[in-house]
């Protein structure tokens, strides 16, 4: 299992990063294999 804490200043671009991750995630897991993707 992975875990990635994001964390930073106010205006420092962590939603932008978390969607960009978010995104690329998805077509990553779009293939044959099963991978599980959580956002809390």
Partial sequence: ?????LGGF???G???VLLQ???YL???SSGNQKS???II
Avoid: E, H, P, Y
Wanted: aromatic share 0%.
């Fill in 36 to 38: 599980r993707v959580a």
């Fill in 10 to 12: 106010l205006g420092s």
């Fill in 26 to 28: 998805v077509q990553q």
């Fill in 14 to 16: 962590k939603t932008s």
């Fill in 1 to 5: 299992m992975k875990i990635l804490i």
């Fill in 21 to 23: 991750l978010a995104q």
